[in-house]
């Protein structure tokens, strides 16, 4: 491979971000300090525990930060940490870092985070794996490779100043395991409700006992619970594991690699949502034709935190790049914020296509 991984490579940024299909060619690979000179160069390694070797998806984000991330937090943007390790780097406003010794990729990646303040740095290179929500419990040997297909490594690369190079024990994480749900979705897609509120209103309107409300969808007899601000749906998806983020404030939002995501949503929605309403679960719409058997399980749960009545729904999608005779993947991500006043009009997100029709393991 030989194009750039960089979508902004005339830009500097404070976020720098690539993915690859296959995280294994990362195995050997080193981040390089450079200080202008060749013989300069300091290679620290990336996954000395050869972490990266049992291949997936590897997302690989860069981040320049004032004050390093919470451990806690990243494992819930990123998953569960697998391993890190952290190096004492000095740099100068001439200083360049970048990754090189990537199996099938035959230059060095300038992570485009400078020009840099001259001083002490530490750097941080965590390594984390995040699993779909439904293949979090036990499972069964025939399901470990689905399971694999769908998982998501990221290596996560993180410079701050040296000063700041004990992370903060005493201060409460921001984000947590209620503003980011990664799982898996079937053609049909899901809705964001609140279960509670949304339940009663349709006993309300059709009744105790069982219903289809895919039926009644279809034939827009459910055009009112979104007038009402109960809740949001995204129609028809191509089935595959997304990540969907509720950054608990505008500044949270800021450590999402937005490098990553891109600078224009490759989809989106606008939804009215009702004042009172702070949580959303997340509901596979396949469950609708079901909904006594719906409302009585545990469905993952999103804080909308803030004010307002509209709620915005932006789809991004990264492009894993094709390595190791792997093809490309997505990599999709919802991002749910919330804003005041209220929508003029709602627009659904439907018909979501994101790669040709195949068949995935787990939709």
Not at 136 to 161: C, D, S, W
Request: glycine share 6%.
């Amino acid at each position: 491979m030989n194009i750039p991984l960089h979508n902004d490579i005339n830009e500097h940024s404070s976020h720098f971000a690539f993915a690859l299909s296959d995280s294994s060619v990362l195995t050997e690979a080193k981040l390089i300090i450079s200080h202008g000179d060749q013989a300069d160069e300091v290679p620290l390694d990336i996954d000395p525990q050869s972490h990266l070797k049992d291949g997936r998806k590897v997302s690989v984000i860069a981040q320049l930060f004032q004050n390093p991330l919470q451990r806690e937090e990243a494992s819930v943007l990123y998953g569960p940490e697998l391993s890190y390790v952290q190096y004492a780097v000095s740099l100068t406003d001439t200083s360049s870092i970048s990754i090189a010794s990537i199996q099938g990729v035959d230059y060095p990646i300038t992570l485009d985070l400078g020009p840099y303040i001259a001083g002490d740095y530490e750097v941080r290179i965590a390594l984390h794996r995040k699993t779909p929500r439904i293949a979090e419990g036990p499972l069964e040997p025939e399901q470990l490779a689905m399971v694999k297909y769908a998982q998501v490594n990221t290596v996560h690369i993180m410079l701050f100043p040296a000063e700041f190079s004990q992370f903060a024990s005493s201060s409460a994480a921001v984000w947590t395991r209620n503003h980011h749900v990664f799982d898996s979705y079937g053609r049909r897609g899901f809705i964001l409700a609140d279960l509670k509120r949304l339940s009663g209103r349709v006993e309300e309107m059709f009744g105790p006992g069982h219903h289809n409300l895919l039926e009644h969808f279809t034939e827009g007899r459910l055009d009112s619970l979104l007038e009402e601000g109960l809740m949001a749906i995204v129609w028809g998806i191509t089935p595959w594991c997304y990540s969907l983020y509720c950054p608990p404030n505008e500044q949270a939002a800021q450590v999402l690699a937005w490098d990553k995501l891109g600078e224009e949503p490759a989809r989106q929605g606008i939804y009215y949502i009702d004042p009172e309403v702070q949580r959303l679960s997340i509901i596979p719409a396949n469950e609708l034709a079901f909904w006594a058997d719906c409302i009585r399980k545990e469905w993952p749960v999103v804080e909308v935190s803030g004010e307002g009545e509209t709620l915005h729904l932006d789809l991004y999608v990264q492009i894993a790049e094709s390595v190791n005779g792997l093809h490309e993947n997505p990599l999709p991500t919802f991002v749910l914020t919330r804003s005041e006043g209220k929508p003029d009009m709602i627009m659904l997100m439907a018909n979501v296509v994101i790669v040709e029709e195949i068949d995935f393991p787990m939709a």
